[in-house]
């Protein structure tokens, strides 16, 4: 069996797609969970992350892997979230608005909570890090991602509280966040096409790829797997660009 088993959401695209490529781990079993699967190199577990039918699901799924495996060390990355419907609260389609606010608030502390349940009630004695892509969303308001900037600055909330519950009681379970920068991905180029009226922060963006400002995916992805690997403390919010 793998000394390190890793859970990546989001693993199909983006910074989630760089981050399995990018993996520091020689021994390491990858399951992706997703709703369309495909990564190469990795387990699928189906999962619409945005409907919370699903979290629960996941939950019985770490459950039934921690039971078994006797490895060093699991690592689980959420990468999943999105922008959509990007525009003004209240102009927007609700029905996608409210599945995104699902994704991008919930979703990530009841996956957590599911995890670390799952490492509570197992027999597992090794290392666990919990880490979430976070965004400098959560620090300041964009008009046009109020359910992205909302979602994002939940789940860093979150991480400090919760890796501030895991020091105090002294356990290896790690829980970080970390920016990965602004990404040359599909999700800067769908950005960077939305009309002003509903991005009006559109044009910092467009020159941001103009002056070959973002970073690539690739590169992004080892800074961040830096920074696990790293000895920053539990509950800590980080950020590539720091490094």
Partial sequence: MSAVLLWITGA???IGAAMVDAVPYDDVHIVDISRSGGTPGTEHVPADLAD???WSAIAA?????MAQFDG???CFVHAAASLSPIGFAGEVDHATYQRTALLNAAAPQVLGDALLHALEVSPFDGTADLVFISSGAAKRPIEGWSVYCAGKAGQDMWVRTVGAEQQRRGTRRRV?????GVVATQMQERIRATDAHDFP??????KLHADGALLDPADSARRVWALVTGDAASGSVLDVRDL
Avoid: K, T
Avoid at 176 to 180: D, G
């Fill in 176 to 180: 970080l966040a970390i920016a990965p």
């Fill in 52 to 54: 919370p039918n699903a």
């Fill in 72 to 74: 060093d060390h699991v």
């Fill in 12 to 14: 199909s695209s983006g």
């Fill in 201 to 206: 922060d559109v044009d910092r963006f467009r």
């Fill in 61 to 65: 799924h770490f459950q039934a892997r």
